[in-house]
């Protein structure tokens, strides 16, 4: 130990420091989340350590090339305070990103990537969240402190221990440096791969599920800054992934469910609504009564799916029919700004006003930017609405206001209108009115009485949109964004956490009344819609219409690397250019028996393979449309 230079022991006990921090996070994290990992094992264990380790490497790459620069006065206290500093921020930062994932994981059931900073719009909007955040959740903010106080504590300790800097000589120093960098290199590059490790490698390490269990949030927020663009991707040659699988759709064919001509289309994307708080519990109550009764008036998708899991991956999905298969969701991506034929677009082509209502700050999350993409030319957002009286002090306008004063402004849209309303309050923190406090059922989490909210909201916004002349023209497409947190296990796994309701309605009742189970998904509605109004289009979608299926119905997701399929009861999952798992998820509820050995899987894995092959190269190649 001796023969080791006083400055290299140092940094290395300065980063055992961060990666004790890192553990402790990742105990935390497990402790907050464990419903989300069912099976976690010694070799998760190791496989999360070595991640820690990869990561301390990265974010200590300014620190050590710093301190192993030869120089004779390592002893002088200035020079000391100088990392003292740096140690403070460079351990600070991997701790406290690490230790925000322990809270917001349950929103969102994946680890947070650098697309985080721009979900919202606007900077005072960030600051009341995080005034809330603090609010809801100050025991993380104390535990931080601690945290940081402790690793100060330590660096003075080995200092005082270990710096004695009386060998001034140039030589250890330099060989110190020769040797110590590409070891770092190596290390922070996962080992001598042809590529450095990524977020998608995690998966060859654990089960598919495991994965944000093995990884931890510094290491996706490094990866994402700045990510390089999708691969090339050639499974098959052309002519058999067009055989397989083809994003192409004529749509309007169709005989079965046909409505008028110049029929109003509003499709209302209720937030957070998944299935665990839908529908009636097992008290035979339910927190959500006034959409439980539409649901038995319309065509009701019982056996559907989120594309994605969080709300700037659900509004590409329901528009624009593009599935949340990257890490950075594609609003935010370098390829947010391709040519795209969303619905908007399809509908003004057909003599359609388009109008999109969100009653959060102008610009969250780019809702505004992106529905202008898609083909809305109105949006309408906290700004129009213009009363700061309803504001609920956090995400925008109240729902109860803002959904009345919806179905009034569509009035004085130009019928035949399609419109988006996307509704705000069943999020964090889960405010509702103090009018409404003492007729809103609580539950077993926070969000039921908000979701129960969201449902009076509805019921208001009906009584409103009665009054106008458009609501009889009108077929209703109701779509939750995303699951939110969970409060059972199933809903925590991959197969609960992206069960949504689905949801046509029609008040004059030209869509029947039906309950379907077959598979459906968020980017089905798009192609279905355009089949119900019977337009004779070419449309690009990777979903289908229910009316006139090309492919046994499916629904298709993406997680930290690992692609799910699922098709025919089962359960398809496929990681890093490798079949992974398969299971009956209709009877196998916990995902315990794998069944890849015992049954056939080259159907469901060729045609996700070709899925893949079309999003990565016609997303590279800007070919996401239809040429004209």
């Not at 420091?17 to 070799?43: C, D, M, R, W």
């Amino acid at each position: 130990m001796k023969s080791i230079p006083a400055h290299v022991r140092i940094l290395f006990l300065l980063m055992g420091v961060t990666l004790v921090g890192l553990s402790f996070t990742k105990i935390l994290f497990y402790a907050v989340n464990q419903h989300a990992f069912p099976e976690v094992g010694f070799l998760d264990l190791v496989a999360a350590l070595w991640f820690d380790v990869i990561t301390i490497s990265l974010v200590f790459y300014p620190f050590i090339l710093l301190w192993l620069i030869p120089v004779r006065f390592r002893g002088n206290k200035y020079y000391q305070y100088v990392f003292r500093f740096l140690f403070f921020i460079t351990n600070g930062l991997a701790i406290g990103i690490n230790l925000m994932d322990v809270i917001y994981f349950q929103y969102t059931s994946k680890r947070s990537t650098f697309d985080l900073f721009s979900m919202v719009g606007y900077e005072q909007d960030m600051n009341r969240l995080w005034e809330t955040f603090i609010i809801d959740f100050w025991w993380v903010i104390l535990i931080y402190i601690v945290l940081l106080f402790l690793s100060d504590k330590a660096f003075r300790i080995i200092f005082r221990i270990f710096g004695n800097f009386s060998d001034k000589r140039f030589r250890p120093q330099i060989i110190s440096l020769i040797i110590l960098i590409p070891v770092f290199i190596v290390t922070g590059r996962g080992g001598f791969g042809l590529k450095p490790v990524s977020v998608i490698n995690a998966a060859q390490y654990t089960r598919p599920e495991n994965t944000a269990f093995v990884i931890n949030t510094a290491f996706t927020m490094i990866k994402s800054f700045n990510e390089n663009g999708l691969e090339p991707v050639r499974f098959f040659k052309q002519e058999r992934a067009e055989q397989l699988f083809s994003p192409i759709r004529k749509t309007g064919d169709q005989t079965e469910i046909q409505l008028p001509d110049s029929t109003n289309v509003m499709i209302i994307i209720l937030e957070s609504f998944g299935n665990e708080w839908v529908g009636k519990d097992e008290n035979n109550k339910s927190f959500t009564p006034f959409f439980d009764s539409l649901c038995s008036q319309g065509l009701f998708f019982r056996n559907s799916f989120a594309n994605g899991k969080k709300s700037i991956e659900a509004v590409p999905a329901i528009l624009a029919s593009v599935p949340g298969f990257l890490d950075n969701p594609y609003i935010s991506s370098r390829y947010s700004s391709n040519k795209l034929t969303g619905i908007g677009n399809l509908f003004k082509k057909q003599g359609y006003s388009t109008s999109f209502f969100h009653g959060a700050t102008n610009g969250s999350m780019n809702f505004a930017g992106f529905s202008a993409l898609v083909g809305y030319d109105s949006y309408f957002g906290r700004t129009e609405y213009n009363n700061e009286a309803d504001n609920d002090g956090t995400w925008g306008i109240y729902d109860h206001k803002f959904l009345p004063w919806t179905a009034r402004q569509l009035s004085k849209e130009k019928q035949p209108f399609l419109s988006t309303l996307f509704t705000l309050s069943s999020h964090h923190p889960y405010k509702v009115p103090d009018e409404f406090k003492s007729q809103l059922r609580k539950g077993p989490h926070p969000i039921c009485r908000s979701i129960n909210y969201t449902d009076l909201s509805l019921r208001l916004f009906f009584e409103e949109a009665k009054k106008q002349d458009w609501y009889e023209n009108t077929v209703f497409v109701f779509v939750a964004d995303h699951t939110p947190a969970s409060w059972s296990d199933y809903y925590g796994q991959r197969i609960g956490m992206y069960r949504i309701p689905i949801l046509f309605y029609s008040p004059s009742g030209k869509i029947p009344a039906k309950e379907q189970n077959e598979i459906f998904q968020q980017i089905d509605i798009y192609p279905s819609l355009a089949d119900l109004l019977g337009f004779k289009e070419t449309i690009y979608t990777y979903g289908q219409s229910f009316l006139s299926r090309e492919y046994p119905p499916y629904a298709i997701t993406y997680l930290e690397g690992t692609y799910q399929l699922f098709m025919d009861n089962y359960l398809f999952t496929y990681t890093n250019e490798k079949t992974k798992q398969l299971f009956n998820f209709q009877l196998d509820l916990s995902l315990e028996k794998d069944l890849l050995k015992e049954t056939p899987y080259k159907k469901y894995e060729n045609f996700l393979k070709a899925i893949i092959q079309h999003f990565n190269n016609d997303l590279r190649l800007n070919k996401t449309h239809i040429s004209e």
